[in-house]
């Protein structure tokens, strides 16, 4: 795979701590790098697993080291979807946007805190604000929006 090799740095002091090698050729949006084989695209620290291991893997291939365009085969482990969410909330990696932020909010703050008060059933909040009663059940139950409640 002499061609892959060819679109890898592994000059030293690459990376978060100096010993990444980077992937130069084409790259994803979030940075992973791109491989064209067999006529696909496929990621190049995928590819650089299973140049390593000899076969395709089970999972995701994650990075111990977070750079996504590492293809250092230390750098990377086998890992499920849920250690793939693990690992991201682990190191502070998860934005996680609150409220009106959040672009999806409906509600603003002050109804918020209005509904949290409220001593109506869920049922005539959910109407008032054209909202789903499920909506009203999670601000109420500090589920959603707690940062304000």
């Known amino acids: 795979m002499n061609r892959f090799w060819a679109k ?4 030293p002091g690459l990376g978060p701590n100096g010993d990444c090698w980077e992937w130069t050729a084409a790259k994803h949006r979030q940075g992973y790098g791109l491989f064209s084989y067999n006529g696909k695209w496929v990621t190049a620290h995928r590819t650089s697993w299973e140049l390593e291991h000899g076969k395709k893997p089970s999972f995701n291939i994650l990075h111990h080291c977070d750079n996504p365009s590492c293809v250092r085969s230390s750098h990377l482990f086998e890992g499920t979807q849920k250690d793939n969410m693990h690992d991201m ?5 998860k934005v996680q946007l609150k409220g009106k932020e959040s672009g999806n909010a409906k509600l ?10 409220s001593k109506e059933s869920q049922r005539k909040l959910a109407n008032r604000y054209d909202v789903g009663k499920s909506t009203i ?9 707690s940062h304000i409640t």
């Open 8 to 11: 890898v740095n592994k000059t």
């Open 108 to 117: 603003t703050e002050q109804e918020v805190v209005e509904i949290f008060q």
């Open 89 to 93: 909330i682990s190191k502070g990696r």
């Open 137 to 145: 059940a999670r601000i109420k139950h500090k589920k959603t929006w």
